[in-house]
C-alpha cells in the first residue's frame, strides 16, 4: 500500500504552518458471501509528518518508533510513497473468495492539538461550561466541529478495494 501524490500544496502548507500531518492505514481482509460479507483480519498502522521548526528537515515518525529525517517536501513524499509491506492473508485451508479493502486517512490536525486548542478556547469560560453537563458538552462538541470546518486544515479519506481471489 503505498501513499504516492498525497502531500498535495495543502497538506504541504499546514506542515509549514506547524501542523503535523497524521497518516493513519488500515488494510482489510473480507471473506465474501452471499448475504453479509465478513471481516477476517484487519492491519492497521501510522505515520506522522511534521516540520522541526529548529532544524528544518521534517520528519516522518512511522508505527514501531523509527523516525526519518526529509530536507525538504519531495523527499517526504517519495518516503511516504514507500511501499509498505503487511502480512495479510487468508488462512491455511480457507475456502471462497476473498477481497481486501485499503483505507487511508490523512489529516493535518490530530485529536489532542484539537484538545489544546479547544482548552484555550474555552479559557475561563471552561469551568462555567464543565458545570452545566450535557449542555456544556453539546456547546464542546459543537465548538471543535465549527473549529474544523473553519479551520481550513486538510482533511482527506481514500479507500480502495482490490478484485475477489481465491487462495
Not at 84 to 98: C, N
Given at each position: 500500500m503505498r501513499a504516492s501524490d498525497l502531500l498535495d500544496a495543502n497538506f504541504e502548507a499546514a506542515l509549514r504552518n506547524g501542523f503535523a500531518v497524521h497518516y493513519h492505514f488500515r488494510l482489510e481482509l473480507w471473506r465474501d458471501a452471499r448475504?453479509?460479507?465478513r471481516q477476517v483480519g484487519t492491519v492497521a498502522w501510522d505515520a506522522v509528518a511534521r516540520l522541526d521548526p529548529i532544524g528544518n528537515v521534517y520528519e516522518l515518525l512511522r508505527s514501531g518508533g523509527s523516525v526519518e529525517e526529509h530536507p525538504d517536501t519531495a523527499a517526504l513524499a517519495r518516503a511516504l510513497a514507500?511501499?509498505?509491506?503487511?502480512?495479510?492473508?487468508?488462512?491455511?485451508?480457507?475456502?471462497?473468495?476473498?477481497y481486501y479493502v485499503a483505507t487511508l486517512e490523512i489529516e493535518s490536525l490530530s485529536l489532542s492539538e484539537l484538545d489544546e486548542v479547544e482548552q484555550w478556547l474555552r479559557g475561563d469560560l471552561g469551568r462555567a461550561l464543565r458545570e452545566r453537563g450535557d449542555f456544556g458538552n453539546a456547546l464542546s462538541r459543537g465548538a471543535r466541529r465549527l473549529l474544523?470546518?473553519?479551520?481550513g486544515l486538510p482533511r482527506r479519506t481514500v479507500e480502495a478495494r482490490s478484485g475477489r481471489f481465491e487462495p
Open positions: 448475504l453479509i460479507d514507500t511501499p509498505f509491506t503487511v502480512d495479510l492473508l487468508p488462512r491455511a485451508g480457507s475456502t471462497g473468495r476473498h474544523i470546518r473553519l479551520s
